[in-house]
């Protein structure tokens, strides 16, 4: 298993239109031609690729603008010995990892005859141009909280407290006002 021919992928391929399928194109008004005429044609143009295909048939990967490599990575790890079970079974320990690097985060292992896939990524195809977002903006500190003051517009009016009067101060309590003549 840790040859590269002997790993096939059986997904749709991608077309140019970014779908797994050709979509039924609208008929010309006043052109007649036969059913199904303008979907060979885009067929035609845009043809699907086999669905079992051997991994070493896929496009390579451009790591430079010199520099193409082949889109899958076939390796052998762990302990690679066969030993022999009771019952004359053969069996190893090794597991064979493929990664794709056309798709980062798409593993395939191979473990004493089982299959198992994972895909850990983001969703995005290696691009030899790397996109980099502009980063948000830094956060602000919180502003100074302003001092906590009377309501300006209460909808009660508020009460009012009157100060007790001192003695020696005017129309202070038992002393009698002055009467106008």
């Not at 199904?36 to 051997?54: F, I, N, Q, T, V």
């Not at 919180?142 to 009660?156: G, Q, V």
């Not at 009157?162 to 005017?170: F, I, M, N, R, S």
Request: with cysteine.
């Amino acid at each position: 298993m840790q040859d590269p021919k002997m790993w096939v992928h059986h997904t749709n391929n991608i077309l140019r239109n970014c779908k797994t399928a050709h979509v039924e194109p609208e008929p010309e008004e006043g052109v007649e031609e036969e059913e199904g005429a303008a979907l060979k044609r885009l067929e035609a143009s845009d043809p699907y690729e086999p669905r079992l295909k051997s991994i070493v048939s896929d496009v390579k990967v451009s790591v430079s603008r010199n520099q193409k490599i082949a889109p899958w990575v076939v390796k052998q790890m762990g302990d690679c010995t066969e030993y022999k079970k009771s019952g004359g079974k053969t069996v190893s320990n090794g597991v064979v990892v493929v990664r794709s690097l056309q798709w980062p985060g798409s593993f395939n292992y191979y473990y004493q005859g089982r299959y198992i896939n994972i895909y850990v990524g983001n969703g995005h195809k290696y691009e030899e141009v790397n996109y980099f977002p502009i980063h948000p903006p830094t956060v602000n500190d919180d502003p100074e909280e302003y001092e906590i003051c009377p309501e300006p517009t209460p909808l009660e009016e508020p009460v009012v407290e009157e100060a007790p009067k001192v003695e020696g101060e005017e129309g202070a309590e038992g002393e009698d006002a002055p009467e106008d003549e």
